[in-house]
């Protein structure tokens, strides 16, 4: 069954724009992962956030956590056309793997 | 320094031939990971290996479908007679630790069923 969703399932947006992606959940986690993935490409890791954690930036990304609302929010300021992707979250689960959900299809337009 | 390594890249096979993929881990990295993607969904845990073990294989179908890590060489993903159904991408992705930290994929392997 799926542990993480994505939301929304597309978003298209101008360059410039800030872009906000949002994860819900279902069972505690210990963590939780936003990837992605270039269209034919392999998924790429972006930022772990830690469950006491209830904020972490890297670069142009910002991550939120809130573990009573099992939720996490991925924002990317100032996108820019290279940004186009579909975005995942993940969350560990069973022996030492990772659940995906279905993604956020990403469009920036130049 | 080679990351996750899958090959091939691309497959075609009609129904009922096997498919055998490929994943060499990133060096250092004892875990492999299988996932199956299909178009425009998300991507679906088949199994987890550490070399010569299967650690979890909940999520990989009751037929058809194996998966080994030899001592030596790569995983191997096996799917024999295969069906359309099993047109999709397969990726393989590793980690070096057991705490489901970070993963590392390989870019994929396409396979068509004809």
């Known amino acids: 069954s799926q542990q993480g969703e994505e939301d929304p399932q597309a978003l298209s947006i101008q360059e410039g724009e800030n872009a906000t992606m949002n994860c819900s959940y279902k069972?505690?986690?210990?963590?939780l992962q936003w990837y992605r993935q270039n269209s034919g490409r392999g998924l790429v890791h972006l930022i772990l956030?830690?469950?006491?954690?209830r904020e972490k930036h890297s670069g142009r990304l910002r991550v939120t956590l809130d573990t009573s609302k099992k939720s996490s929010s991925l924002l990317i300021t100032a996108s820019r056309a290279a940004d186009t992707a579909s975005y995942f979250c993940a969350t560990p689960s069973g022996y030492s793997t990772l659940t995906f959900g279905k993604g956020t299809m990403l469009l920036v337009s130049p | 320094n080679a990351g996750v390594m899958q090959n091939p890249r691309h497959l075609v096979r009609r129904r009922g031939q096997e498919a055998r993929l490929r994943c060499s881990p990133m060096k250092g990295h004892s875990h492999v990971y299988w996932y199956r993607q299909l178009p425009e969904e998300g991507l679906k845990f088949m199994v987890y290996?550490?070399?010569?073990?299967?650690?979890?294989e909940s999520g990989m179908p009751k037929e058809r479908f194996s998966a080994e890590f030899p001592k030596e060489g790569p995983s191997i993903l096996r799917i024999q007679q295969v069906v359309r159904g099993d047109s999709a991408a397969y990726f393989c992705a590793s980690g070096k630790r057991e705490d489901t930290g970070e993963l590392f994929f390989g870019e994929g392997s396409r396979l068509t069923v004809l």
């Open positions: 290996l550490q070399k010569e073990n299967i650690i979890d």
């Open positions: 956030i830690r469950s006491n954690e």
């Open positions: 069972t505690s986690i210990n963590n």
